[in-house]
């Protein structure tokens, strides 16, 4: 399994401002993976960090709301832009481990917790 | 992606068995299904997953109707750990990797 450690764990911001959450695992993998889980609800998936290419996103996020950075196959990071009390959810980086078929599981980091005031 | 329904929360005691039922009637048949779990503050974790035949490991087992279109995780003497968020998912095989969550069932353990 990977170890996957996320910072900053939690932060508190003003709107309008940035912040940029970064996700390190100890591995190199193929996939890596960010989600979005709001107050009280599931998991969604925001989009998947492609290595030395654009990251792909998913039907309702934009690349110039979330963008995304993977310069390498351990690491990745999530900008969150010009913040809005809406944006106050738990990040979550997850990644898929190199060279064991599609059918292996994911690993999760325990999120970035932001608060937008 | 096909969806899977689960109970939104369930009850049990501790050191008890505990069925967590998943159906999923529009499953293909290169979809595997897999089973995560939240516990509280922390992200997913994995648990399980099996194509068609039933599978054990440390966690749980998986016992996979023989349609297909149900499943159940089977935690063998719940502990109170094991009180989280229980996650059914349909994931294909050869496919985008991506995991699409449902709402879940909320497992709650009584002392």
């Known amino acids: 399994s990977a170890v996957i450690s996320q910072k900053p764990s939690r932060d508190i911001c003003q709107r309008g401002t940035s912040l940029t959450i970064q996700c390190q695992v100890d591995?190199?993998?193929?996939?890596m993976f960010w989600y979005r889980q709001q107050p009280g609800q599931s998991l969604t998936l925001i989009a998947t960090?492609?290595?030395?290419?654009?990251?792909?996103?998913e039907s309702g996020f934009v690349i110039d709301k979330f963008p995304i950075s993977r310069p390498n196959l351990t690491f990745s990071t999530l900008t969150v832009s010009n913040m809005s009390p809406e944006d106050s959810s738990i990040y979550l980086c997850?990644?898929?481990?190199?060279?064991?078929?599609?059918?292996?599981?994911?690993?999760f980091g325990d999120g970035t917790r932001l608060s937008i005031l | 992606d096909a969806k899977t329904t689960q109970p939104n929360s369930m009850e049990s005691n501790e050191e008890e068995p505990v069925h967590l039922p998943c159906n999923h009637s529009?499953?293909?048949?290169?979809?595997?299904i897999h089973w995560y779990r939240q516990l509280p503050s922390q992200g997913p974790e994995y648990v399980i997953h099996?194509?068609?035949s039933n599978v054990n490991n440390r966690m749980a087992s998986l016992a996979i109707a023989e349609d297909r279109k149900s499943s159940t995780l089977i935690l063998h003497r719940a502990t109170l750990r094991d009180a989280a968020v229980y996650y059914c998912?349909?994931?294909?095989?050869?496919?985008?990797?991506?995991?699409?969550f449902g709402q879940g069932t909320r497992l709650t353990i009584n002392p």
């Open positions: 997850s990644v898929s481990i190199t060279g064991q078929g599609y059918d292996q599981p994911q690993h």
């Open positions: 591995s190199q993998v193929t996939m």
């Open positions: 960090a492609n290595q030395g290419s654009e990251a792909t996103y």
């Open positions: 529009t499953i293909s048949g290169t979809d595997y």
């Open positions: 099996g194509l068609t």
């Open positions: 998912i349909l994931k294909r095989s050869g496919g985008a990797q991506k995991l699409v």
